[in-house]
């Protein structure tokens, strides 16, 4: 969804939004990242880590949904200097 919002024509003046947009993919990727490289390298016996890392990026996407309806922007750690960069680069 993040990029399709970053592609629209209608959002693209809007700075709030699109800072909104970039922090949700580049989420959306560190979750990618989590599922398809650091999931399957973790052993069975060490399941629990891999809910551990699971968990904070669940609720930082909860967290995202509800300032972005709120039209506040709330930066997360990393993630918020890469999307502020990804704007700057426009």
Not at 16 to 29: D, M
Not at 73 to 89: C, D, F, H, I, V
Request: no cysteine; charged share 20%.
């Amino acid at each position: 969804m993040a990029v399709i919002v970053l592609a629209a024509e209608r959002f693209r003046r809007d700075r709030a939004v699109r800072f909104h947009g970039f922090q949700g993919l580049y989420l959306f990727v560190a979750w990618m990242i989590e599922q398809q490289v650091i999931a399957p390298v973790i052993q069975e016996g060490m399941r629990p880590m891999h809910n551990l890392l699971q968990v904070p990026l669940l609720a930082a996407s909860i967290l995202m949904m509800i300032k972005a309806a709120h039209r506040e922007e709330y930066s997360l750690p990393l993630l918020g200097e890469l999307a502020r960069k990804s704007m700057s680069e426009d």
